[in-house]
């Protein structure tokens, strides 16, 4: 199963991450973007702030909380971008 890594704004990566993973990094102060890792990050879609549990800051990358919830919003979202061709 694909596990969920909170990382820094800015971050492109987190050390632990595996291929089939996901990132989610804060984009600004409403917005969280997703990525999917393979052999680097690739940026998937974005999501609300709104529509995800309370997530802590971080300074560096770690294993998100409520993995079940935050697995089924990101592929989702990535799941909604494949179908839109993007």
Not at 17 to 32: C, E, S, V, W
């Amino acid at each position: 199963m694909s596990t969920v890594w909170l990382v820094p704004e800015g971050t492109d990566s987190a050390e632990s991450a595996t291929d089939g993973d996901y990132l989610l990094r804060p984009r600004g102060t409403d917005q969280y973007e997703i990525g999917k890792m393979t052999s680097a990050c690739t940026w998937i879609g974005t999501l609300s702030a709104d529509l995800l549990p309370d997530l802590p800051s971080v300074d560096g990358a770690q294993e998100a909380p409520e993995q079940h919830t935050l697995l089924a919003a990101v592929q989702g979202v990535e799941s909604a971008e494949q179908h839109r061709g993007g």
